[in-house]
């Protein structure tokens, strides 16, 4: 998708091989690449010197994974920034982060003139991007990575299936209500693992 919009990208996430994991890692360390796409499998563990700026497309529910997402940048000392992308519905989320990392994280004002000038053009990517994961059956792989990974992290097979069809039915309703009731049954499906 950003390829489209005109950036030269890499990626990094769980799906990938290792080999092209390395080489997109290899491309930004060495500033081939400026911008790098990642799920939280970056999150922590990588050296990644000079990372100016972490944008995250959402606020996920635990909030250290939000504090090692933005650890990427200013790293050793050095200046970096980080913005998040925020709905109503992350509101609690949001809140959670801040009591967490103990200061209010500040509001960036936006032209919605600007905005509405490429929504256009991201939302055509956007379903095209979709259509190209939906070919590959990505998110059939994803949910067995995502089963797997529950598992290895010891939660019981009814928590499993619980987690998974919660986050089936947040893709269904996005801006269902039910969103908090879904938050609350995550944690206290890590408080049960056996």
Request: with cysteine.
């Amino acid at each position: 998708m950003f390829k489209g919009l005109g950036f030269n990208v890499g990626s990094l996430h769980s799906m990938i091989p290792q080999k092209e994991r390395n080489a997109a890692l290899n491309d930004f360390r060495s500033k081939k690449i400026r911008i790098l796409i990642c799920t939280d499998v970056a999150a922590r563990g990588l050296d990644i010197p000079h990372v100016d700026l972490v944008v995250n497309h959402n606020i996920p529910r635990e909030p250290k994974i939000y504090v090692h997402r933005v650890g990427r940048s200013a790293r050793a000392g050095r200046f970096g920034s980080s913005v998040a992308f925020v709905t109503q519905y992350d509101i609690s989320l949001l809140r959670d982060i801040e009591k967490l990392v103990g200061k209010k994280l500040e509001k960036l004002p936006v032209s919605h003139k600007k905005v509405t000038t490429y929504v256009t053009d991201v939302l055509l990517l956007k379903r095209e991007a979709e259509i190209k994961l939906e070919r590959q059956k990505f998110g059939e792989q994803r949910e067995i990575y995502k089963r797997k990974d529950l598992a290895m992290n010891g939660y019981s097979q009814e928590d499993i299936e619980k987690i998974m069809s919660d986050s089936k039915n947040r893709k269904r309703h996005p801006y269902d209500s039910s969103k908090m009731e879904t938050s609350t049954n995550w944690k206290a499906a890590k408080k049960r693992k056996v």
